[in-house]
C-alpha cells in the first residue's frame, strides 16, 4: 500500500504536497517524496523516513514551482530502500518524466523480461519504474498515447499520478482497484489517495477519479479520457477496513460509517446466534478497530469503555531493547489499563486478524489484567488468500486463517468465543450497487493472474 498526491496550479505547491502526504501518512511509513516543476526544471527530493522527518521549510523551498506530487511508500513489491523509494523521476527520449505509484502489478515478470530482453536496466524492483520504461519505449510519439500504449501492457493494480516538467496526469485501473480523488484549491487541482488529504489543505471535494480514466492537466485545458476497455470495477474493500483513514470517504463511501455499520453487523450476528453473551463492555483494539466497536455497542446496547491506551509516539527510530522479539512492537503500542480490565466480561473489537499475533497478544494482556472473559469480534472476513494487487498479505502460508478454522483460531488466541464477519455481512454495511474486490476473503479474483505464484 501506498499513498499518492498531486496538485497542480498552485504557488506553494511543493507545500501543499507535504501536508497531503502527512495526511496519508498512515498508507505507508518507510519512505516519502516530493518532486515539482516551474515548468522548466524537475526538483526531487525522496527519502527513506516519515514525511515530518524529511522535510523541513528550507528543503520544501528548493523545491520550486506551481506543481508538484509525492509519494507515502509502504512496500508490498521490492524491498524497503532508497532505491525503491518514489515518486521516481526518470530521464527518457520523451522528456523527464515521474511516476508516484500505489497499487500492484500482477504481469510484472512478464514485462521485465520482455524489457530485459531489449536492453532495459533497471534501477529498482519496483512495478513503477518498469510502466515508465514502456512509456519511453512506446512507438506512439505523443505522451498522451504513449502512457495508454504503456498501461494496455499492464495488468493488476494502479492509482498514478504522472507528471513531465508542464503536465500532471491523474490514473486509475480499470478495475478501479486503489482509490483516487479529485480536489479543488484556490483555483489549482489536487489529487489524493483519500480526501483526508483535500480535507487538511482547505481543497473541495470534486469527484473520484474513475476507474480506467486518464486525467490530463495542462496549462491549456483538463482533459479526461477513457482509452481502455471497460471493466466492471471492483474497489478493493479492505481499503474500508482497514486502509483508510476514519475521515476519508473512498469510493464515495465514509470510511467511520463504514466501520461502524461492520460492527453493527457483528452484533446483529451476535443477537441472533448468541444470545446469551452478558458482556459488561464492549472495546476495541486501538486504533483501527474504534469505529466497528462502536458500531457493535450501540446496536448490542452493551457500554463502550477503552481496555487499551495507545502510546503515539513511536517514531520509526525506536530502539528496541536487546531482548526483543517481533511482539515487542505491538507491546510497545498498545498498554492494558488494569482498571478497565479487571473482573470485567469483554467483547473485544479487531478489524481483522491477519497473523493472529496482535489478537493473540492483547488477549493474552487483558487475561493477565484480571479479564474474567474475552469474546474477540472481528469485522472482516477470514484472510486466507493472497492479496496481489497492494495489500501486505503477499503469501496463504502467513495467514492463520489459510491454516486453522474459527474454532481452532479461537484456541490459538486464547479466546472465549470468537465471531468473524460474514463475507455477507461485511457487503451489507456498505452502499450496495458496487461490486468490491473481496479476493483475500474470498479467493474470487478479478483481475487473471498470468504470471501470479503464491
Ligand atoms: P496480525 O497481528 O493478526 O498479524 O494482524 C492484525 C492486525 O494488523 C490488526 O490489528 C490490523 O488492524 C492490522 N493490519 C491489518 N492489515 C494490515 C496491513 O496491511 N498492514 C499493517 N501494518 N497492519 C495491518
Ligand atoms: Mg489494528
Redesign the pocket.
Known amino acids: 500500500?501506498c499513498g499518492i498526491f498531486g496538485i497542480y496550479g498552485h504557488k506553494n505547491a511543493a507545500e501543499l504536497s507535504y501536508l497531503g502526504l502527512f495526511a496519508l501518512q498512515h498508507r505507508g511509513q518507510e519512505s516519502a517524496g516530493i518532486v515539482s516543476s516551474d515548468g522548466l526544471n524537475i526538483y526531487d527530493r525522496v527519502r527513506m523516513g516519515l514525511v515530518s522527518e524529511i522535510f523541513n521549510g528550507k528543503k520544501l523551498a528548493k523545491l520550486k514551482g506551481h506543481m508538484s506530487s509525492g509519494h507515502v511508500r509502504y512496500s508490498t513489491k521490492g524491498g524497503s530502500s532508497l532505491k525503491n523509494a518514489q515518486p521516481f523521476v526518470l530521464k527518457t527520449g520523451k522528456g523527464m518524466i515521474t511516476i508516484a505509484h500505489n497499487g500492484n502489478l500482477i504481469n510484472t515478470d512478464d514485462i521485465s523480461k520482455k524489457l530485459e530482453n531489449n536492453g532495459a536496466i533497471f534501477q529498482s524492483e519496483t512495478d513503477s519504474e518498469r510502466i515508465v520504461h514502456l512509456i519511453a519505449r512506446s512507438k506512439e510519439r505523443d505522451l498522451t498515447d504513449s502512457i495508454v500504449d504503456a498501461l494496455k501492457q499492464v495488468e493488476g493494480s494502479y492509482s498514478l499520478i504522472i507528471t513531465t516538467k508542464k503536465d500532471m496526469y491523474a490514473i486509475r485501473d480499470p478495475y478501479g482497484i486503489r482509490p483516487l480523488s479529485l480536489g479543488n484549491v484556490d483555483g489549482a487541482y489536487a489529487i489524493a489517495s483519500e480526501t483526508s488529504a483535500l480535507d487538511l489543505i482547505g481543497a473541495n471535494y470534486i469527484r473520484d477519479i474513475e476507474p480506467g480514466e486518464i486525467l490530463k492537466i495542462s496549462e491549456k485545458c483538463v482533459k479526461s479520457i477513457k482509452p481502455f476497455e471497460a471493466k466492471e470495477p471492483h474497489p478493493c474493500i479492505f481499503e474500508l477496513i482497514?486502509?483508510a483513514r476514519p475521515d476519508s470517504y473512498v469510493f464515495g463511501v465514509s470510511v467511520s460509517e463504514a466501520r461502524k455499520n461492520m460492527g453493527q453487523e457483528l452484533a446483529k450476528y451476535d443477537k441472533e446466534n448468541n444470545k446469551n453473551i452478558n458482556a459488561d463492555f464492549v472495546g476495541p483494539?486501538p486504533d483501527?478497530?474504534m469505529y466497528g466497536a462502536i458500531g457493535y455497542s450501540k446496536e448490542s446496547s452493551i457500554e463502550f469503555d477503552l481496555p487499551f491506551t495507545r502510546n503515539h509516539y513511536i517514531g520509526r527510530t525506536f530502539i528496541k531493547p536487546q531482548q526483543s522479539t517481533r511482539d515487542f512492537s505491538v507491546k510497545i503500542k498498545l498498554s492494558p489499563v488494569k482498571e478497565v480490565i479487571k473482573g470485567k466480561r469483554i467483547v473485544l473489537v479487531?478489524?481483522?486478524?491477519?497473523?493472529?499475533?496482535?489478537?493473540k497478544d492483547k488477549i493474552k494482556n487483558l487475561r493477565e489484567k484480571g479479564a474474567k472473559e474475552v469474546h474477540m469480534r472481528v469485522y472482516s472476513p477470514l484472510l486466507k488468500y493472497p492479496c496481489f494487487y497492494g495489500?501486505?498479505?503477499p503469501t496463504k502460508m502467513e495467514l492463520?486463517a489459510h491454516h486453522y478454522g474459527v474454532d481452532e483460531i479461537c484456541k490459538i488466541i486464547n479466546a472465549d468465543s470468537l465471531v468473524y464477519q460474514s463475507i455477507e455481512g461485511l457487503l451489507n454495511s456498505v452502499p450496495q450497487g458496487t461490486k468490491y474486490c473481496h479476493a483475500c476473503m474470498s479467493g474470487e479474483y478479478p483481475i487473471l493472474r498470468s504470471d501470479v505464484k503464491d
Not at 479487531?350 to 489478537?359: A, K, N, P, Y
Open positions: 500500500m482497514y486502509f483494539v483501527s478497530g479487531e478489524d481483522s486478524i491477519v497473523r493472529g499475533t496482535t489478537s495489500l501486505d498479505i492463520i
